[in-house]
């Protein structure tokens, strides 16, 4: 027994090495798989060295992504002559997402969460630069954010409240904004403010009504900030270990608060609400930048040490510029979780003309403005129809087959509220026409179709401002995912509708030309020429004039109910 021991004990010995051998084998085939891996990716990314690259940075409402563009070049061709055009081009597979719902049942967002997440996702975008061998072509960093968003902090630069969003439902802010719009009322000054600031100062989406809130419930709080700041320009002050920073134009118009022609926060309303102009931050063009990180940031991207990071946009502005609409003959429709219509003019169009009643107006940088509307309500509603009916594929695959408006029904989409016409927050969603033969399928299409037909309303407020010839340029994902929604969009509004097929995202893609203007690489309209892989949707004439009659059936129905609408 002794000697078999002894036999065994080699077969142990030989048995362990071959497994630590295999082991080894195999752990150094996945290491080599990896280095091959990175190596191809370098070497498929080279034809990007040596251009500019950015970082563009999006917080969104469902979703927080990080990516990279690079600048490229493109001809052109004009009346008279072959041109360059500038194009940014989204780097291969550097997006990184993170689905986040970032505002709460109040209506309010977490400053920590949204660093957490934004910090991790810009650590993949450095390690992936590191990877591509591209850190060295970094230009800049910029934001896109959801707006209107205020954060405020106190004098060491640390976040003291909630990050007080357009989306407020704290019970106690509706009552507030009645009662700040019956103020204003009162000093028979609502038009003449929302004519300096561009916004319905007494909304709920706005600042003005939270901070009147604050001023009558919460004073202690109120007085416990220093400064107010947004998600950008904290992540900015955070990352270059200071207190506060500038925000810019963009994210001040947002807020309600800033005189968009004189660029200045607004006295009177200031006044109104008792705010010190002190407790605001400075104001800054979208062309400024911050550099330098701090030493905890600099250890952890230092390829980020000497980028400018650029203070950020709001989200509408960003996709109207990443979607080519950067003049008077395109129109941007978004239609996403909310949904909007906008339009890029020079600031010197605005001037001296009113702000349309009901629409809003945004000073997006010194030279131009956005005008537009919005609605609370877009895929929201599309989503909240599908949930409650449960309705499958198959449901979905009929809603083509459904005749435009030739289902009997007519619905207000206001599930969370109206904005733009109306501005009225108790609005509620509604349905008319309702039969035994109407199926959920019926109401889902006639869902879509209500979405554009109140931005077709909004739109006829806008047409003095707009070419007679323009066409839309569809973005958002529920719009750049629905062929029949576009076709839905062209047929309401009699006007051709395209989407442009390159990968990337339109806010983020705004976010790099912007900074490309901001640098002196091109200008907002360099950027404009369209891509020839387009899908284009022309306007159906019969089903325009059905929808035509559908908008007269929804204008009355909310006039019934609230009383006064614009005419369509």
């Excluded at 009322?185 to 403010?193: F, R, V």
């Excluded at 605001?280 to 940031?297: F, H, I, K, R």
């Excluded at 010194?366 to 949930?387: C, E, K, M, P, T």
Aim: charged share 20%.
């Amino acid at each position: 027994m002794q000697n078999m021991a002894h036999q065994t004990e080699p077969l142990k010995t030989a048995g362990t090495f071959a497994a630590l051998t295999i082991s080894t084998l195999l752990l150094l085939r996945s290491r080599t798989k990896k280095h091959d891996s990175n190596r191809q990716r370098s070497l498929n990314l080279q034809h990007h060295k040596g251009k500019p690259l950015v970082i563009a940075i999006d917080v969104g409402t469902s979703s927080i992504r990080a990516s990279c563009y690079v600048l490229h070049t493109m001809d052109a061709q004009s009346d008279t002559e072959s041109i360059e055009k500038a194009d940014w081009r989204l780097v291969e597979q550097s997006m990184q997402q993170r689905a986040i719902d970032c505002i709460d049942h109040r209506g309010e967002a977490d400053i920590g969460s949204i660093t957490l997440n934004v910090e991790e996702l810009l650590d993949r975008i450095v390690f992936f630069l590191r990877a591509s061998k591209l850190q060295g072509s970094i230009v800049g960093l910029g934001f896109s954010t959801f707006v209107m968003n205020l954060l405020g902090v106190d004098e060491e630069g640390r976040p003291v409240t909630p990050i007080y969003t357009y989306a407020g439902r704290d019970p106690s802010l509706a009552f507030w904004a009645r009662k700040l719009r019956e103020l204003i009322q009162k000093q028979n000054e609502l038009s003449a403010y929302q004519n300096r600031t561009g916004t319905v100062v007494a909304h709920p989406a706005y600042a003005p009504c939270e901070l009147y809130r604050l001023f009558q419930m919460n004073p202690t709080l109120l007085q416990s900030v220093n400064k107010w700041q947004s998600i950008s320009a904290y992540l900015i002050s955070r990352w270059t270990g200071r207190s506060y920073t500038a925000i810019s134009y963009s994210e001040a118009s947002w807020s309600g608060l800033l005189d968009f022609r004189s660029r200045t926060w607004d006295e009177s309303l200031l006044r109104l609400l008792s705010l010190s102009d002190r407790k605001l931050p400075p104001l800054a063009d979208s062309s400024v930048s911050y550099t330098g990180l701090s030493c905890e940031y600099a250890k952890r991207w230092p390829e980020l040490q000497h980028v400018p990071l650029f203070v950020g946009i709001g989200d509408g502005a960003a996709a109207n510029i990443g979607s080519k609409c950067v003049n008077k003959s395109r129109i941007c429709v978004t239609i996403g979780t909310s949904a909007a219509l906008r339009v890029l003019l020079p600031a010197s169009v605005m001037a001296d003309k009113r702000v349309p009643e009901g629409m809003w107006c945004y000073l997006i940088c010194d030279s131009h403005v956005l005008l537009g509307a919005a609605l609370n309500d877009g895929a929201s509603l599309y989503q909240w129809i599908r949930d409650t009916f449960v309705l499958g594929e198959d449901d979905l695959q009929h809603l083509d087959q459904t005749e435009s408006h030739n289902h009997g029904l007519t619905i207000l989409p206001f599930l969370r509220g109206e904005r733009s016409p109306g501005w009225k927050e108790e609005a509620t969603c509604t349905i008319t026409g309702i039969t035994k033969w109407t199926k959920p399928s019926h109401i889902l299409r006639v869902a879509l179709e209500s979405i554009c037909l109140r931005l077709k309303a909004c739109y006829a407020e806008l047409e003095p401002f707009i070419h007679p010839d323009a066409m839309i340029v569809a973005s958002g994902a529920a719009l750049n995912a629905s062929g029949l929604w576009r076709q839905i969009t062209a047929d309401v509004f009699g006007k051709q509708v395209i989407v442009q097929t390159k990968p990337g995202e339109a806010t983020s893609q705004g976010v790099a030309i912007n900074i490309g203007v901001a640098l002196g690489y091109h200008s907002y309209d360099d950027t404009a020429c369209l891509y020839t892989d387009l899908i284009q949707h022309q306007p159906n004439v019969q089903a325009h004039i059905r929808y035509m009659a559908a908008q007269l059936e929804q204008a009355a129905l909310y006039k019934s109910i609230y009383e006064r609408v614009p005419s369509p």
